[in-house]
């Protein structure tokens, strides 16, 4: 018949996706330009934090109030297309988005969104410029992470009233 067959048409597809991007991040692009915003502010959430294991309820209880800001979309995807793009589409965390804000390639207001977000998920608490802070999950607040062992979080058992007038404990001698 002389046509394409199935196979040489989705090769010749490929082949032409991957000329028209030249790496992974044209095709994070065109997949960022689908997703789902919610998604989209998840995966930011992961890359931003350098974890793959958020608290879901938390990021959900979050995006609501970041949408009321009139940049918010364009800030989620511009950053995550950032990102993801000089991460090769993983989590890289904090050092990595440091770097990438002291490089110049996340702009100011990218640069601030991301650092206003890692503020957010450690204390638990949002904070915006004319309105009241909104607490979102004490509980959820990924500063308890960093506090495991040293305290219990709140409403776990572990703390008895007045503890803190008590010498602290000898790890070495458990007394």
Known sequence: MGGLSRREAV??????????G?????????????????ALFYRLSQSALGRRALPRGFAERLLPH????AWAEKHIRTALSIIGDESGGGPEGPDRVAELVAAGRLRDGEAWFVRHLLTTYYTGIYYYEGAPPVQLGGRDALIWDVLDGLITRPGQPGLVAGYWAEPPVDPRTMK
């Open 11 to 20: 090769a010749s597809a490929v082949a032409a996706i991957a000329a028209l």
């Open 66 to 69: 970041v949408l009321k800001e």
């Open 22 to 38: 030249g790496q992974a991040g044209f095709l994070a692009r065109a997949f960022a330009a689908t997703e789902p915003l919610p």
